[in-house]
Every structure is written in C-alpha cells, then in structure tokens.
C-alpha cells in the first residue's frame, strides 16, 4: 500500500470513531441543552477534523466541521440558544457528514451545500443584519428572514435535497484501533512463547534430536514475533511532520528565517520509541534554531543565504533507525565550551587542556550545562541535551555530534527499531550466564596478560592501534557499590591472580564515543533476546539493567554498559583513551 492511500485509511479510522462520537454527544446534550462539557467536547472534535480532512483534501468534511465547529464556538460563549428547532438542523448536518466520511471508501457523490448553506445562514442571521441579502462560500443570494431564524431559503441553488429523514448506514473501517497497552501483552505472551521454544528445543538436542525437526516451529514462532512487532511500527513521518510548527514557532521568538527539510518520512519505527524519544527532538530542532542558525544579518555578513536550514533525516542501517538532525549555522564553539564548562566547575583547567575537541564537545551532554549568553524561550545548544542523552540510552541507543565553525552542526541518534526484541552477546562469568546488547559492542578478542598494562590505578591495552581500558568483570562484581572503586587495587585482583600462560576473552564495548575492555570467562553466542525491566526488590541493582530467560529456562541478567562507563570513567579510574 502507498503512502497516500495508507494516510487515508488512518483517515477514515479516526473520522469514523469521531463520528459516532458525535452522534452520542449530540443525542445527549439534545436531551441537556446547556451541558458545556459535552459542547466544549463536539467543539474540539469537529475542530480536530477540520483540520485533518483539510490536511487531506476532503472539501466537503472540511466545510460541514467547520460550519459545525462555528456553531458550537457561538454554543461555547452563549452566542446562540440550542433548541429543538436548531437540532433538527444539526442531526441532518451530522447525517450529511456520515455520507461524506463513507464516500471516500466508495467514491460515491454527495451533495452537502444546502445543509451547509443553512448552517451557515442561522450563524449569520443570529449577528447584526445590515442587509437583507448576503452571499454564501459558492455565491448563491441568501434571502433572510431577520425575524426568523428557521425562515432559511436558499435562490438560485443548484442543488436540490429531499427533506424527509435519512437513511443512516452502519460502515466499517478496513482498520482496527488497538490500544498500544495490548500491544504490549501480546508481544509478552510471544516472548513467553519464544522462551519455551527455546527450551523445548534445547531438551530435545539433548536427548539426540536434530534441530531440523524444529524448523517449522522456529519459522512460526519467529514469524509470529516479526508479525506482533510489525503492527507496533509507525511511519516516523507521523512525528517529523509535526516539527515544521515547532521549527516556525523558535524561529519567530529568535527573529530568524529557517526552513525545515525532511528526508526518510517513510522510515518505521516501533511507536513506543517515538514516543519517548519525541521531546528530545523537539530540544534538538529547537537547539539547531536557537543557538545553531545565525540571525539573518549575521548570515549575510557570512556570505550564507539569510534562510538558514535545518534537516530532519531518518534511515535504515541493520537493525537500527538513524535520525539526523542537520543545521547550516555557526557549529560549535569547542573553546566556547572549554571556557563554560571550567567558568561552572564542570572541568579543571589542567584536565580539559588534555582533552580533544570531540571529548569537549561531549560536555554539552552534562547535567546543567548551557553554552547560551542569555536564557529565552529558545535557549542555547545544551539546554536539555542531558535530557536527550538520557532518553536516548534508556532505549539502547547512542547518540553522537559533528559540528565544523561557521558551517553547521549535525546530531546523530542511533536508535533500535524495536525495543521489544534486541541482539546480544551471551557471556559466561563464574558459572553463570549473561547478555550484553550487541549496540554496545564492537568486538570480541583473546588476549594474553603480556598484552595488558597496569598504569596508574588501571588496566590499559591496544586494540585496532588505540589505546583502550580493561576491566575484570569479576573484580567489578566482587564489589559492594560502585563507590568500593575508590579502593585501592580492587579492580587488580584477577589481573595479579591470571596465569601468564592463559588467554583471556575480551569484549570490545563503546560508549560515548569510548571503548573499554570487559574480560570474562568464556563468551558464549550472539542471540536474539526479549529484555524485561527489573521487578522489586532487584531492581536497585546498579550494573545490570533488565533480564531475559533463556531456553533452559534460567534467568539472565542483562549488563548496562552505560552505568559501568558513566561509574568507571568519572573519576578516571579507567585511562582516558
């Protein structure tokens, strides 16, 4: 199905349930007139649809809402008196715009102005009257009554309408509305079942069955899981249209002219990712405009154009959505942020002339840390970035900025397509079985204890000609807290105990722009996993952050690279690399 037509049956879902909404509201307040709830309530739906059937097209839904969002206006501040005259009127509008909401499934025509042109009539008769012949939207003469609101008769009109009562059809929609809750508890109950075929599969290689005769199970059951995650995407275009108001908006309280391009509307995304990730780029568009795009005169002084620009991207690579946000504007100042951050106390002078531009560039994503001059509506890049970076790894995503002075910035957000179904590598450590999501890692290697280095309080080695940390998982869960770092040697113990002779498994794993080094005891297999949050009283745990089951139906607790970075990395425990 195209886009458009897609559009379209989303459409027609939602102007069908708002229909029969109507029909509800109207019968009920026919019987309370002066009930304001349920007017303030027809008020914002024929409002609401409107705006979406002329977003579409729809010409004749667009003029019966409007008209009968114009009444229920004058209804709102007590302009007009509802009376049973006035409903009689009002249900033969509703049924005129049920017979124009089932013509866009079976492109039937209907005529609708008459209904609309006596709506329109009553709205008009009921204001001060100069003349008695006025003109409607299609330019017939209106003759009116001034003296008689229900005296409504239209000359020279073209169309011409039976009174007697019509005759409603019930019409269904092609789609379903499921709430995203159940949603959720299907694909539970699939992850549940995707762990017994785990298991059932597990038992029987044991007892001598080959892995064929469960290759029709395993087709089913993963089909099933793709098919549940598939109803949860939505077309990323949903979020990325409603940016060019929020765009507009930063531009006008900045004074700047901006323009915003969308690239990858197309692009499916699980809609719980776009939900929680929606405010953070709301941040970053506002950003881009706010401190990114220069002010008109300072962009012709540059030799830009005065209208600056701001991409809005999105992709596909493997399994992830790439989301771009690009602004042609001055970039980043990495001395400007030097300067801030050690004016807040965030850096030390002698530490952050050792760090790079990209290192520094990082400190936007600090807690509290603004490079803006003054605050406004529209602050300067930083300003909820630690929010954005938040957000972005609660989802096991990362989140990466390039920026070049006096040419633009652009912020690259890695997310997964799916939060339901991840990829992660299984790891041993002290007999017991583990995961760490394969966005967090690059590499596994073997290593000999020549090849690691103790400086300092840590443990250095090379991997790809860079220097990078090294940490014992099973020193790491020896430790009480995460504060037992701060003594002295703890993070040596297995290094001291490690037979020279042995080699040792490495897992390669990055986050924020830093690779380090996890040594485990064997590492295992790549595998697909269902991760669920942690449940009272475990949930405290600082180095762990969910678990999934696995096929033997043991638990296995998934590591959170994230914390164990943001933990070893504070107070350069582990080598800056």
């Not at 019966?64 to 209804?75: G, K, N, Q, R, W």
């Not at 915003?260 to 950003?287: A, P, V």
Request: hydrophobic share 40%.
């Amino acid at each position: 199905m195209d886009k458009e037509n897609e559009y379209k049956e989303m459409f027609l879902a939602e102007a069908l349930e708002n229909y029969e909404e109507l029909n509800k509201l109207f019968t009920a307040l026919e019987k309370e007139h002066n009930n304001k709830k349920i007017i303030d309530e027809i008020f914002r739906i024929t409002h609401t649809m409107k705006g979406n059937a002329m977003g579409m097209g729809f010409e004749g839904i667009t003029g019966i809402s409007h008209v009968l969002e114009d009444v229920f206006s004058e209804a709102k501040t007590g302009g007009i008196v509802l009376d049973q005259s006035l409903f009689d009127i009002l249900f033969k509008t509703l049924d005129k715009l049920g017979e124009l909401i089932n013509a866009i499934h079976t492109n039937e025509e209907v005529k609708y102005k008459g209904i609309k042109t006596k709506l329109e009539v009553f709205l008009r008769n009921i204001k001060p009257i100069n003349s008695q012949i006025l003109r409607s939207e299609p330019n017939e003469i209106l003759k009116i009554d001034p003296t008689n609101t229900e005296s409504l008769h239209v000359a020279d009109h073209n169309e011409t309408e039976p009174e007697e009562e019509s005759h409603a059809k019930i019409s269904f929609s092609d789609l379903v509305q499921i709430p995203v809750r159940k949603l959720d508890g299907l694909l539970n109950l699939v992850g549940e079942l995707i762990i017994e075929r785990d298991g059932l599969i597990a038992r029987g290689i044991e007892k001598g069955n080959s892995t064929s005769e469960y290759a029709r199970l395993q087709r089913i059951t993963s089909d099933l899981q793709y098919g549940v995650m598939d109803v949860r995407l939505v077309q990323i275009g949903f979020l990325f249209n409603k940016f060019h108001r929020v765009l507009r908006d930063a531009a006008n309280i900045e004074g700047k002219k901006v323009n915003l391009i969308l690239e990858g509307t197309e692009i499916e995304i699980d809609r719980n990712i776009l939900k929680i990730m929606s405010d953070s780029l709301i941040h970053l568009i506002r950003n881009s405009v706010g401190h990114g795009i220069e002010k008109p005169s300072a962009r012709k002084v540059a030799g830009k154009d005065e209208v600056g620009k701001v991409y809005l991207k999105a992709r596909n690579e493997k399994d992830n959505v790439i989301i771009e946000i690009t602004d042609d504007g001055n970039g980043i100042d990495a001395n400007a942020i030097k300067r801030k951050a050690i004016e807040k106390g965030i850096l030390t002078k002698e530490y952050a002339d050792t760090l790079t531009k990209d290192e520094i560039i990082q400190i936007i994503f600090e807690p509290g840390f603004s490079n803006a001059e003054k605050i406004t509506e529209v602050s300067g890049r930083g300003v909820g970035m630690d929010v954005v970076k938040r957000a972005t790894e609660s989802i096991g995503g990362k989140i990466h900025v390039e920026t070049e002075l006096g040419k633009g910035s652009t912020i690259t957000l890695i997310l997964p397509s799916s939060m339901a179904v991840k990829g992660a590598l299984l790891f041993l450590l002290n007999q017991q079985e583990y995961a760490v999501p394969l966005t967090y890692t690059e590499a596994v290697i073997s290593i000999k204890k020549q090849d690691i280095h103790l400086v300092s309080s840590g443990l250095i080695s090379k991997y790809l000609g860079k220097t990078i940390s090294v940490i014992f998982l099973k020193d790491l869960f020896a430790m009480n807290t995460l504060e037992d770092m701060y003594k002295e040697n703890l993070f040596h113990k297995s290094f001291f105990e490690w037979n020279d002779s042995e080699k040792l498994e490495l897992m390669v794993v990055s986050y924020n722009n830093k690779l380090f080094g996890l040594v485990v005891d064997k590492l295992l297999q790549q595998k697909e996993i269902v991760e669920k949050a942690l449940s009272k009283p475990i949930d405290t745990l600082e180095l762990f952050s969910g678990a999934t089951i696995l096929g033997n139906g043991s638990i296995c607790l998934v590591l959170d690279v994230a914390t164990i970075s943001k933990a070893c990395f504070k107070d350069r425990f582990i080598q800056k690399v």
